[in-house]
């Protein structure tokens, strides 16, 4: 059965202090490893997608990599509006996303 | 561009009432999908939708749920005579044939059903 295993539930860092979030992922025929920050009461924004191993995507603070059974999203000296839930999705059909629970991030003063 | 727009943000029925859900695509986005978040867990896929076809629904409940995207107007997710167990958030996303990759799928603010 396809998985998708975030960890840590919730993170809680101080301003500055970088650190690192993982997915474990394990879907036959990976078409797409989807990375999303959701706020409250907000939807998914959409951070990145990598599609091989060995791939990487950054964007600001952000940095995402990929190997065939994981996924980690780096962040680097994170500022407290980094706050938020980060999720991990999969994808073998091409459209359908399968989510983890997500990882609670906390970046305090 | 206003995005992704769900209606109405929240939703509160009785049990055994009828809830329809809206959603309205970004402009230029022909592909429709609908999510289901329950308390303490993940995102759960439901449906997939591109203007009059159901492309995938493996996701959908077998019964009392159902799902549309007529080709004028939003898409509709309708469930009949809810239950308790069908309060959750419910999303939706949309996203076009050529810009999943740059851009993934654009999901809506949700609409937060409650039946009490």
Not at chain 1, 3 to 26: D, F, H, I
Not at chain 1, 77 to 98: F, M, R, V
Not at chain 2, 54 to 75: L, N, T, V
């Amino acid at each position: 059965e396809d998985q998708v295993t975030q960890s840590p539930e919730a993170l809680r860092l101080q301003e500055g202090e970088s650190s690192s979030l993982n997915c474990s992922y394990t879907v036959s025929g990976l078409r797409g490893l989807f990375w999303y920050r959701q706020d409250p009461g907000k939807g998914p924004e959409f951070l990145f997608t990598l599609y091989s191993a060995g791939e990487e995507k950054e964007k600001e603070r952000l940095k995402a990599t990929l190997t065939k059974k994981e996924s980690f999203l780096h962040i680097t000296a994170p500022k407290p509006e980094d706050s938020a839930t980060y999720l991990c999705a999969a994808s073998n059909s091409g459209y359908a996303l399968n989510f983890g629970k997500g990882t609670s991030l906390l970046v305090t003063p | 561009n206003a995005g992704v727009m769900q209606n109405p943000r929240h939703l509160v029925r009785r049990r055994g009432q009828e809830a329809r859900l809206r959603c309205s695509p970004m402009k230029g986005h022909s592909h429709v999908y609908w999510y289901r978040q329950l308390p303490e867990e993940g995102l759960k896929f439901m449906v997939y939708l591109q203007k009059e076809n159901i492309i995938d629904e493996s996701g959908m409940p077998k019964e009392r749920f159902s799902a549309e995207f007529p080709k004028e107007g939003p898409s509709i997710l309708r469930i009949q005579q809810v239950v308790r167990g069908d309060s959750a958030a419910y999303f939706c996303a949309s996203s076009s044939s050529w810009d999943r990759v740059n851009y993934g799928y654009t999901f809506g603010s949700g609409t937060r059903l409650t039946v009490v």
